[in-house]
């Protein structure tokens, strides 16, 4: 069974940094892609990075080369380094695998940037 769990969110001021983790069970991260979304109040979940199985990755035009999504292969997991933290980032953050039909997600961690 597959199954996402993320961690590392929380309360942090305007100009930190956190970064999320994605631990994945029964699949393993080296060979999907793998991305993490967010979603803010009232508004729809949008993509905020993704690494293919090849190892590229790209990234939504709002990180604006403040994030960083990367691999662990040896503890299964899909990180997403995040700088410079702006107030407008706050969302709760999924992480996301498609194993066509179904797509699977974490329950989310929330990530709120306030002074």
């Known amino acids: 069974q597959v199954q996402l769990v993320e961690s590392g969110g929380g309360l942090v001021q305007p100009g930190g940094s956190l970064r999320l983790s994605c631990a994945a069970s029964g699949i393993r991260v080296n060979i999907y892609d793998i991305a993490w979304y967010r979603q803010a109040p009232g508004k729809q979940r949008e993509s905020v990075a993704r690494i293919f199985r090849s190892g590229i990755r790209n990234y939504a035009g709002f990180v604006k080369g403040r994030f960083t999504i990367s691999r662990d292969n040896a503890k299964n997991t899909v990180d997403l380094q995040m700088n410079s933290l702006e107030p407008e980032d706050t969302a709760v953050y999924y992480c996301?695998?498609?194993?066509?039909?179904?797509?699977?997600w974490g329950q989310g961690t929330q990530v709120t940037v306030s002074s």
């Open positions: 996301n695998v498609e194993l066509t039909p179904r797509a699977y």
